[in-house]
């Protein structure tokens, strides 16, 4: 299994950003997928989440900013995020978990300036 994030980047308060993550190696339609991100110092924590049938959940600190999509055919997640903040800035991870085992993409910075 592999998953390749790409996307971050520099961006300033209030911009956009799209991240993808192509998956490989699994089943990709019928896996759960999420998006993590760690800032320095800090733990990795759960951005959200979206299941084989496409729904999403979200942690309260990007509700409403933050969507998460997936593409099927192209084995692709992304998270489309908007109105950055600093706070957002992060390494962020696409995640699964397949036959007991968790994989992680190899993280995409993004930092958000003031």
């Known amino acids: 299994v592999q998953l390749q994030a790409s996307g971050g980047g520099f961006v300033q308060a209030g911009g956009s950003l799209r991240l993808s993550c192509k998956a490989s190696?699994?089943?990709?339609?019928?896996?759960?997928f999420g998006w993590y991100r760690q800032a320095p110092g800090k733990q990795r924590d759960l951005v959200g989440s979206?299941?084989?049938?496409?729904?999403?959940n979200y942690a309260d600190s990007v509700k409403d900013r933050f969507t998460i999509s997936r593409d099927n055919v192209r084995r692709t997640l992304f998270l489309d995020m908007a109105s950055l903040k600093p706070e957002d800035t992060a390494v962020y991870y696409c995640?699964?978990?397949?036959?007991?085992?968790?994989?992680w993409g190899q993280g995409t910075q993004v930092t958000v300036s003031s």
């Open positions: 190696g699994i089943h990709f339609g019928i896996n759960t």
């Open positions: 995640h699964t978990f397949h036959r007991d085992r968790n994989f």
């Open positions: 979206i299941t084989s049938s496409g729904s999403a």
